[in-house]
Each structure stands twice: as C-alpha cells, then as structure tokens.
C-alpha cells in the first residue's frame, strides 16, 4: 500500500488567494476552475482557498469569471490576498514554505483592507498628459491614504488612466466622501470610482510567483 501511495501521480491545485479568518457563512461555487471543489487548506498557519484541477482547463470568460466569483465570496474574510489568474501548484506544502514569509507578508499588508478602482475616462479628446496627472495628483491628494497605485493607460481608448487605493474596510464610504467634490469639478474626464475589490495591486508579485499552468483559448 505505501509504495502504491507513493507512485500516485501528485495532485495538481488551483490557488486563489490566502486569507485569514474565512468568512463563517462562506459560500464559494460548488466547482471552481478546473472542475475540483472549492476549499480551505490550512498549512504552516496560512489559510490558502484552492481547488483540485480534474480537467483540462483553459483561460476563457468562464474561467475568469468562476475565479473572480471565489474571490468575491471571501470580500468578508478579515484579510485577502489574491493569487493571480492561472496559479497553479502540484506541492502545496512544498510552495508555502519555499516563500512562507513572503506569503505572511503579504497576507498582512492587506489586512482589514480592500481595494478601490477609480477609472478616469476620457470625455474630451483634447485631454493631455499634464491635465490628466493633475487630476489625479488631485484625487491623491484628497483620498489621502498612504498606498496607491497610478497607471496611464498604456493604449488610451475612453479609458486614460486608473487609480488604485488600499482602503480600510470600515472607511470606504469616507474614501468615497472625500474624493467626490475633484470628481465632480473634472474637466473632460469622468471619475468612476468602482470596488470594493480584492487587493491585486498591493500584493507582492514576488510573494504570488507561480508557474501558470492555463493558456489563452484558442
């Protein structure tokens, strides 16, 4: 039995975020991506929300979509750290503790925390560079938190830029109050505020290395 156990082919997991203090009534899809349950695992003290990968699977809207809805189910978790799309992981034990305090890093730099989009959309064409970091040197500003993120476009459609906030949970509704009066007087740009989110963009790309295992459709 135990040199049978040993040549069973390794199980390969899906990741989609360490977190700490699963919701009580969590309720993630009853598959998720790669058709294996969605999951708890506890390993060296991290909670890691996986699920086995039965089938082949591939990046499509599907896909996307059962990933984003698990990571929406844990919004109440107290701490959320989200793997990017395709993570993938045959030594789950293995991988935690090659990078254990770089995953422990991460988890803490998020918690009690969520992330807020604000999308400036461009409603004149004349709108250049200058005027659009003015706008968001503005934003800045008036959200006044220590961690964000701004990225220009880099093919500008209606879309010219966005910004991202890690904002306390509890103080969403302030964020919102406080950056509403430089969205209301912007020229030419609409401010669409959107979230809260799980934090991508305040996650370590480090600490989430991984080796995709899913490729693009097609």
């Known amino acids: 039995m135990a040199e049978a156990l040993l040549r069973r082919p390794s199980a390969l997991y899906y990741l989609y975020a360490l977190v700490d203090r699963v919701p ?48 929406a189910s844990l919004m109440d978790a107290e701490a959320v750290a989200p793997m990017p799309f395709g ?17 422990q890093a991460a988890l803490a730099a998020v918690r009690g925390s969520v992330e807020m989009t604000v999308r400036l959309l461009r409603l004149d064409a004349a709108v250049d560079g200058p005027h659009l ?5 503005r934003l ?17 459609t209606n879309v010219a830029a966005s910004l991202s906030f890690l904002v306390p949970r509890d103080e969403v509704p302030e964020f919102l109050a406080r950056i509403a009066p430089v969205a209301s007087r912007a020229a030419g740009l609409a401010v669409v505020p959107t979230g809260p989110g799980p934090a991508y963009s305040f996650v370590s790309s480090t600490a989430m290395s991984h080796v995709p ?4 459709a097609g």
């Open 140 to 156: 800045i500003e008036r959200a006044a938190l220590p961690h964000w993120r701004y990225r220009p476009a880099a093919n500008p």
């Open 133 to 137: 970091r003015s706008l968001a040197e």
């Open 87 to 103: 993570t993938t992981v045959v030594d789950l034990p293995g991988w935690v503790s090659a990078r254990l305090p770089e995953l």
């Open 213 to 216: 295992a899913l490729a693009p």
């Open 24 to 71: 009580r009534r969590w309720r993630p899809p009853a598959a998720g991506v790669g058709g294996g349950p969605v999951e708890a695992q506890r390993i060296h003290d991290l909670t890691l929300i996986v699920s086995r990968v039965v089938n082949p699977v591939s990046h499509s809207v599907r896909t996307q979509a059962t990933h984003d809805d698990v990571l």
